[in-house]
């Protein structure tokens, strides 16, 4: 049946851990409901020994109702039944009670944990990994490693009635429960012979289901492309794929578990011949009372129930250790962005360097090539140059999102590599080309620029932009609703938003990756407006591909091939006629018409030199 299974990978990350592993692993997560396990496990074994007492006190009933003298010991031997009945029936119910509010609970947070090993990992791992895939072991395989627990303590309390049955059983007769104690063992050494199958193919059914989880997710929010390019059916065929994939797992999972069931039912149902067949003879020559010979078939009823709820049982199981397998591997990954140290950081005066930094997104490909570059505090550099030629990954590395392969970068000149992570991305003012907005209200957006800012505080922040200007154009001004992404809002005005948060921030260095790349010159003027008070007294980093942006920083670096190929102003590097012309005269001329070359004589004999 291996080729139900292709297609179907493994992510990079995952590895394969022991039972008892992932015992230990989930042990922590118990140790703060202490009285809550208690309690569980008193009223499993309340209930099993109710539930075992059952059978033993039916069995002397029995005796009792057939013996000359017994009358009178049946009545209480019946309201013992009774009595233990009700106590099993009502540990029963406390104990899975009980259990599903601790199963809640360490679900909560286990969920809690995962989502903030995902949070914690480097932009490499969600560049590799669909967001879907991610997305279902955060939400579907804690809830499926969770309920494993359930059904751990749900067999625990059958165990033990195993255990108590069988004792008595042995006590009562040796032959019988020999028959009895071969049969069990049987049926335990076949479900562990199936135990490596079964877990290694509810694997693949759980990966097969992350894919469809990322592939649905990955369609619908590019939905607009779909429709645009008139490729639903190919939309549709993708997720074919990927659901048939899915479905042959399925079925690999269920031919496992639809042939181990039939195989544990023949096995017990043998055992239960050979038990009657003993004891019917027993009976008949008298070394078996009758009572006993009832107490061996009840008991029969309670000791096959557990072994056979372990087939059906057997899929959550392994899908259960399967997923805390994913669980546990997403939590265990180590980002490949790594501190030395975390010291403290201050206020950042904003001076960065960077020394000889190579950089490749894989080994191969390499992206940066030897970059050395100064930012003095208190400056604004912009970074140009072709697609593909490094500007991107240059402020990538500088807000830590990659780890480069050599050199080093510092700030005030500390290694960046020796500082508190969370506390220097504070110190960091990021807007990007294409600004991601929250579900909820400008407002709340504009907050998360500052956990615990006040209304004023972000009212404030954002007519510092443009003179709040734009705050008109919105139906409920700040409290105008926004969509996942904020779909509902225009380019121009989440970009403006983006800023606004960043004007709360109140970071010492500002990072602009193609911020006005996007939008229309109405808007950029007004973006351009706040960018220009936001990146007073500021260092300012500009990924540009705007002549007005380029023009005013006080410094222009051109980046070519992944390394640096020029630095100064503008009209210095116009006036040179390398790499900063060429690029002027085939992106940045047309944006500025208005400027001549003959009103600059620096420009005017570069130009005749060209010519």
């Avoid at 040796?174 to 009895?180: D, E, F, Q």
């Avoid at 479905?247 to 149902?269: E, H, W, Y």
């Avoid at 443009?466 to 409920?476: M, T, V």
Wanted: net charge neutral; charged share 20%; aromatic share 6%.
């Amino acid at each position: 049946m291996a080729h139900l299974l292709e297609g179907i990978e493994q992510d990079g990350y995952d590895r394969r851990y022991r039972d008892r592993e992932l015992a230990r692993r989930i042990a922590p997560y118990f140790r703060n409901r202490g009285g809550t396990v208690a309690f569980v496990a008193l009223a499993v074994v309340v209930a099993a020994a109710a539930g075992s007492a059952v059978p033993l006190l039916l069995a002397r009933t029995v005796d009792s109702a057939l013996s000359d003298d017994g009358d009178g010991r049946v009545a209480w031997l019946v309201t013992a039944v009774l009595a233990a009945g009700t106590i099993a029936w009502l540990f029963t119910y406390l104990q899975e009670r009980m259990a599903g509010t601790l199963v809640s609970d360490v679900v909560l947070s286990l969920r809690r944990r995962v989502f903030e090993a995902a949070m914690r990992q480097d932009m490499t791992f969600h560049d590799t990994y669909a967001t879907g895939v991610v997305v279902s072991r955060v939400t579907n395989d804690t809830q499926a490693f969770a309920t494993l627990i359930s059904l751990v303590l749900s067999l625990l309390g059958q165990v033990l009635m195993i255990v108590v049955l069988l004792t008595a059983l042995f006590l009562i007769n040796v032959p019988l429960a020999l028959v009895t104690a071969l049969v069990a063992a049987v049926v335990v050494g076949v479900s562990l012979a199936f135990r490596r199958a079964a877990r290694s193919a509810s694997l693949r059914q759980q990966e097969a289901l992350a894919e469809v989880n990322g592939y649905v997710q990955e369609t619908l929010r590019g939905i607009a492309v779909t429709r645009n390019h008139s490729h639903q059916q190919s939309a549709q065929a993708g997720l074919d794929e990927v659901n048939h994939r899915w479905f042959r797992a399925s079925v690999r999972l269920n031919r496992m578990f639809s042939g181990i069931f039939p195989l544990l039912i023949s096995l017990t149902g043998l055992g239960t011949v050979a038990v009657v067949l003993l004891g019917g003879h027993g009976v008949d020559s008298g070394s078996v009372t009758a009572g006993q010979w009832v107490l061996f078939l009840e008991a029969l009823v309670l000791f096959w129930s557990p072994l056979t709820s372990i087939a059906s049982f057997w899929s959550q199981l392994q899908q259960g250790l399967a997923a805390g397998e994913r669980v546990f591997a997403l939590v265990d990954r180590e980002p490949a962005v790594r501190q030395r140290d975390s010291l403290p950081v201050p206020r950042l005066r904003g001076e960065i360097t960077l020394r000889d930094i190579r950089f490749g997104y894989d080994a191969r490909h390499p992206v940066l090539k030897g970059v050395n570059l100064t930012v003095p505090a208190g400056r604004t550099v912009a970074l140009v140059g072709h697609t593909g030629a490094g500007k991107s990954s240059l402020v990538r590395l500088i807000t830590r999102a990659y780890e480069f392969q050599e050199g080093s970068i510092e700030v005030d000149g500390q290694d960046v590599r020796t500082l508190d992570l969370d506390q220097y991305r504070r110190c960091l003012g990021v807007v990007t080309q294409t600004p991601f907005l929250f579900s909820g209200t400008v407002a709340d957006n504009i907050a998360r620029g500052r956990p615990g800012a006040t209304r004023d505080d972000v009212e404030a922040a954002a007519r510092a932009v443009a003179d709040g200007d734009w705050l008109a154009q919105l139906p409920q001004g700040l409290d105008t609703p926004t969509d996942e992404g904020g779909r509902n809002l225009s380019t121009g005005q989440r970009q403006i938003v983006a800023l606004a948060r960043v004007f709360l921030q109140d970071a010492p260095v500002l990072i602009l990756d193609e911020a006005t790349a996007s939008i229309d010159p109405l808007t950029e003027a007004q973006v351009q407006e706040g960018l220009d008070a936001l990146a007073r007294e500021r260092t300012t980093i500009v990924v540009a591909h705007r002549l007005p942006t380029v023009r005013k920083a006080d410094t222009i670096v051109v980046v070519d091939d992944g390394r640096i190929a020029e630095e100064g102003d503008h009209t210095a590097l116009l006036a040179r006629g390398g790499a900063y012309h060429r690029l002027y005269d085939r992106y940045f001329r047309h944006q500025g018409l208005d400027e001549d070359p003959a009103d600059d004589p620096r420009l005017l004999s570069a130009v005749e030199r060209k010519a």
